[in-house]
């Protein structure tokens, strides 16, 4: 391999890391808090296709992010207020949403564009371009919100606060401090993130949405969330490590092998989900999750 095919590889491989990197910020940011968000899926898709909807009715590419940021908060504050005020199961409650945004992007998509549920093609100012080093500015913001989690998680009041919530929520509670305000902060910010990853795929990555185009995204995002032991800077590692590997298997398609023939493309597309099965279960060892991740906190009387 020579140095510009690495280049091209490594430049891929950031391309294809940032939707994970940024749903996995979302997910450690809810789970720090306590709430368990197997919805990451259903945000992303949601929020791909508000963004490439309104990108393509209004002619520009940030209102379409603002409203892949709306579609994917509005989601998230679902979740949010099953499992957190209703004291729901949070599993079940983030299945449910990503049924609910893969049955609803299809549906609401097809009534309004009548091509299988996928949006017309976005085109000049309705896309994110190319603005700095090759890269749109959606890859910079989320770059930016490693350093800015890992600062607010580590070392603010407010974040060593949030991560008690996630740990111990009556010992905040007894401080006097709303575990039901600081677990619903910690979803809103999961959503924003969340719509940042879905608008990037469908108005930056791609020119339009398509139906399930995430691919579970969401849930290599939680795998490297747990491969990264919750914790802001080895997610950023852990997401490049992920799309290292799609960026490889992209590379790879139309390989023909001595003795073998061509690989199918079917097999070289399992490879990054593949690899995320014997990532998880033979390299990270154990990995504990917040302690009170996924109990509901009821305040004693």
């Known amino acids: 391999?020579?140095?510009?095919?690495?280049i091209t590889i490594l430049d891929s491989a950031l391309r294809l890391s940032i939707p994970l990197l940024a749903a996995c910020l979302a997910g450690l940011w809810s789970e720090r808090a306590g709430v368990v968000?197997?919805?990451?899926?259903?945000?992303?898709?949601?929020?791909?296709?508000a963004a490439a909807a309104a990108a393509h009715a209004f002619d520009s590419a940030w209102i379409g992010l603002f409203a892949g940021l709306g579609a994917s908060v509005a989601f998230a504050l679902v979740h949010g207020f099953a499992s957190i005020s209703q004291r729901?199961?949070?599993?079940?409650?983030?299945?449910?949403i990503n049924m609910l945004a893969a049955g609803l992007t299809a549906i609401v998509g097809n009534a309004w564009y009548g091509q299988g549920g996928r949006t017309p093609p976005l085109e000049g100012e309705q896309r994110f371009g190319d603005a700095i080093l090759g890269h749109s500015a959606l890859v910079f913001f989320a770059l930016l919100a490693v350093p800015l989690t890992a600062f607010v998680l580590?070392?603010?009041?407010?974040?060593?606060?949030?991560?008690?919530?996630?740990?111990?929520?009556a010992a905040v509670d007894t401080a006097g401090i709303s575990v039901t305000g600081l677990r619903y902060a910690a979803v809103i910010i999961g959503g924003v993130l969340?719509?940042?990853?879905?608008?990037?795929?469908?108005?930056a990555q791609s020119?339009?949405?398509l139906p399930n185009m995430t691919a579970g995204k969401g849930f290599i995002a939680l795998a490297a969330l747990i491969f990264a032991k919750?914790?802001?800077?080895?997610a950023l590692g852990a997401c490049f490590l992920f799309g290292l590997l799609d960026a490889i298997s992209i590379r790879l398609q139309g390989?023909?092998?001595?003795?073998?023939?061509?690989?199918?493309?079917q097999a070289i597309q399992a490879l990054p989900y593949l690899m995320t099965v014997i990532l998880l279960a033979g390299v990270i060892g154990r990995a504990t999750p917040p302690r009170a991740s996924g109990i509901p906190y009821v305040k004693e009387r």
Do not use: H
């Not at 968000?37 to 296709?49: C, R, S, Y």
């Not at 969340?194 to 108005?203: I, R």
């Not at 919750?230 to 080895?234: D, G, I, K, T, V």
């Not at 390989?255 to 023939?261: A, F, H, S, T, Y």
């Open 1 to 6: 391999m020579d140095v510009t095919s690495f």
């Open 88 to 96: 729901g199961n949070q599993i079940v409650s983030g299945v449910a």
């Open 230 to 234: 919750w914790r802001a800077w080895p």
């Open 207 to 209: 020119a339009g949405f």
């Open 255 to 265: 390989i023909v092998l001595p003795g073998i023939g061509e690989v199918p493309v």
């Open 154 to 169: 580590g070392r603010t009041r407010s974040g060593l606060r949030l991560r008690a919530v996630g740990e111990n929520p």
């Open 194 to 203: 969340c719509g940042l990853a879905g608008t990037y795929l469908s108005v």
């Open 37 to 49: 968000d197997i919805g990451l899926e259903g945000k992303m898709l949601v929020a791909a296709f």
